[in-house]
């Protein structure tokens, strides 16, 4: 029983190295005849020469990419498919090889680039190409496009961004170079989230731009994107709210201190660093003027507004009898009467309505003294009420405003960028 299944091992050992020496030969052959195919096809190949059969012949061109990563330029995989009548073999005469891959540089290319293109790289990475017995060739590579886009920040940073990519033949017309859109929807499956941009719609469309009688065509590619605000409504938006809001605490101080100019002047100095952190952050344009750094500028109004509030407050707050005249009626009618029971304050004892020379009159000298003296303590007394409603007054009004303010500008927007409708460039047609 050993000594059989020792002789059966043996035996297939010597049937598997068989085998393998007969696949030997058939790869040397395969090797061999693939060499010959590669002499046949490239040796009278021009890669500078159309590869057509007649001179009016049109080479179709079918283009499409495949979205990888957008970060401030576009890393795609650019797929162009076209046929090369010069690269055309019988399978059968070469060991029935159908498919071989050469290089892109060996070959003659559509010369499809990147119109708008920002940094100078008009093509992608050369790769190499499948090429099928037919002359079918299919040429896949990666490329990093840098593309010039129209930013508008109006809604920064819940802004909407509609950027594209035009590309078509540098040279050759439509009569020479037919370039037709593969898919019309960007493939999108291995796209690389960013974290800061999101894909809204991503299409293509097919278009001519004419030259005189001449039509060149192109194939547009859209990127419907959207920011994510999250990052700047936690570090820029919401300091800023809480800055115009800190403003109003200003009249919210006594004003016998001097922390209520401290206070304004730090809230300014916060307001210029955050303005100029936003000039870094998005691009300058003249033709519109983002809505944060218009609330910025009406922030930066507000407190300087508040300082000078707070100046003539301080002043009212320290006037008396020998630095200022008597309170003027109307004044002392609205101030010490009918604000103070507007905004909700105690009411003040108006004790010396008339002048102090008719109170005076008929009393005696010390008692006329004594009744001065309460006279000009009384008058500062009303002055410095006077320097409360005031800072009441504004403490309610800047805090209306600054409600209302933050409200009109930052709700509209908010919803504006949830309920996006994206604009369709189905049939748009391009020309020039």
Partial sequence: MYKLSHICKKKKKTITVFLHLLEVPKLSSCAKAEDKLFKYLFGNYQKWVRPVDHLNQTIRVKKGIFQIAFFFFNSVH?????????????????????????????????????????????????????????????????????????????????????????????????????????????????????????????????????????????????????????????????????????????????????????????????????????????????????????????????????????????????????????MAPWVRRVFLHHLPKLLCMRSHVDRYATSGAARTRGLGMAEAALDSIRYINHVVQDWKFVAQVLDRMFLWAFLLVSILGSALLFIPVIYKWASIIVPNHETMVFGN
């Fill in 78 to 326: 650019t797929g162009t498919e076209w046929t090369d009548m010069k690269l055309r073999w019988n399978p059968e005469e070469y060991a029935g090889i159908t498919i071989i891959r050469v290089p892109s540089d060996r070959i003659w290319r559509p010369d499809v680039v990147l119109y708008d293109n920002s940094d100078g790289r008009f093509e992608g990475t050369i790769t190499k190409a499948v090429v099928k017995y037919d002359g079918t060739i299919t040429w896949t590579a990666p490329a990093n496009y840098k593309s010039a886009c129209t930013i508008d920040v109006t809604f920064f940073p819940f802004d909407l961004q509609n950027c594209s990519m035009k590309f078509g033949s540098w040279t050759y017309d439509g009569s020479q170079v037919d370039i037709i859109l593969e898919d019309f929807h960007v493939d999108k499956r291995d796209y690389f989230d960013n974290g800061e941009w999101e894909i809204v719609k991503a299409t293509g469309s097919r278009g001519l731009r004419m030259d005189g009688s001449t039509s060149y065509p192109t194939i547009t590619y859209f990127f419907i994107i959207r920011r994510l605000p999250l990052f700047y409504t936690l570090f820029l938006i919401i300091p800023c709210i809480g800055l115009s809001f800190l403003t109003i605490l200003v009249f919210y101080l006594p004003s016998n201190g001097g922390e209520k100019i401290s206070l304004c002047t730090s809230v300014l100095v916060s307001l210029t660093v955050f303005l100029l952190v936003i000039e870094e952050i998005i691009p300058s344009s003249s033709k519109a003027i983002p809505l944060i750094g218009e609330y910025l500028v009406f922030t930066m109004i507000f407190v300087t507004l508040s300082i000078v509030i707070t100046v003539f407050a301080i002043n009212v707050h320290h006037r008396s009898s020998s630095t200022h005249n008597d």
